[in-house]
């Protein structure tokens, strides 16, 4: 068995979907403690804002994962603006 498989095995994780679509302007991201994100960009491209560090950008296509609580902001950096899904997730034992 892989690594990836027995973590799976041992790990059970819940997931909800809270957008998916496409982003025209700013979201702002304040995780809750517990709580983890994925964005996935399909299409686009959008720069990744945190206040004290460089942006980043992400373009697609692109999985974003934030583990830890964390707060930013992802603005598109296109005028068409960027394809993306948003969702939660939380492990339990």
Do not use: W
């Amino acid at each position: 068995m892989d690594a990836l498989s027995e973590f799976f095995d041992r790990i059970q994780m819940t997931g909800r979907l809270f957008y998916a679509g496409t982003v025209f302007d700013t979201l702002d991201i304040n995780k809750p403690d517990g709580t983890a994100f994925i964005h996935i960009v399909e299409r686009g491209g959008l720069d990744l804002v945190r206040r004290g560090h460089p942006s980043i950008a992400l373009d697609g296509p692109t999985v974003l994962l934030c583990p830890s609580t964390c707060r930013y902001k992802l603005e598109p950096n296109r005028d068409e603006g960027a394809e993306i899904i948003c969702a939660t997730f939380e492990f339990g034992v």
